[in-house]
């Protein structure tokens, strides 16, 4: 398995305006710094009591994508270096962001994880949970966080007519909120879709932000 080929490999098979997050959740800082060598900077962690030691352990011009599910006790560890925060699924986490970010004076983008699976487990919001987010008035409040586009998970299924469904209208819900205006901390920029499984469909469907560990790591290093 050779860290930097495969990174070279995505780079040159990505679509334009379409980048590569680099999941190196249960990687060692070795796997890490091969990535690095290779010129990848952004990288994905899905823990928060991985993703600190990394950032300590590793160059600063790093950019950290959290993209697991964030437990809001757990935003102040991350809070004054995250780059971006893929996974925000609910208002309440959302605020807790905002007060974290606004204690170490800045502003934290994030995407918005919408429920796009047929799977009962994964996190997110609707859309129509979206655009009532927008309009409430305790989102106005929100000084210290960028709302900078969506992200979502689809189905595990080998079934890839359904995958490209769910990405299509991830996607087209991306547009119309773009299309719409919006209040001035959303950019919806970002659309965050597509892992080592279902890459290739995601970024046929649009999207900028594609999250893969095992095709450029290999398999998962499981912890115990």
């Not at 959302?94 to 204690?103: S, V």
Request: glycine share 6%; charged share 25%.
């Amino acid at each position: 398995m050779n860290i930097k080929n495969n990174i070279n490999n995505f780079r040159q098979n990505l679509p334009a305006g379409c980048e590569l997050v680099a999941v190196s959740k249960t990687k060692p800082i070795e796997a890490i710094k091969e990535a690095y060598a290779a010129g990848q900077r952004v990288f994905g962690e899905n823990k928060v009591q991985e993703l600190v030691p990394k950032h300590e352990a590793l160059p600063k011009d790093i950019a950290w994508h959290m993209i697991g599910h964030l437990q809001s006790n757990k935003v102040k560890y991350i809070a004054p270096f995250v780059s971006l925060i893929h996974s925000v699924d609910s208002a309440k986490l959302l605020e807790e962001i905002n007060k974290q970010a606004a204690k170490v004076n800045r502003i934290i983008p994030c995407l918005l994880q919408l429920h796009i699976a047929e799977e009962e487990t994964k996190f997110g919001f609707s859309e129509d949970d979206v655009q009532k987010l927008f309009q409430s008035p305790e989102f106005q409040n929100l000084q210290h966080i960028e709302v900078r586009g969506l992200m979502g998970m689809a189905t595990l299924t080998t079934d890839e007519a359904q995958i490209r469904k769910e990405f299509h209208g991830l996607r087209m819900f991306f547009n119309t909120l773009k299309s719409l205006p919006l209040p001035p901390q959303v950019t919806m920029e970002e659309l965050s879709m597509g892992m080592s499984s279902d890459y290739k469909i995601a970024a046929e469907e649009g999207s900028t932000l594609i999250r893969v560990g095992s095709a450029i790591f290999g398999e998962r290093t499981y912890q115990h």
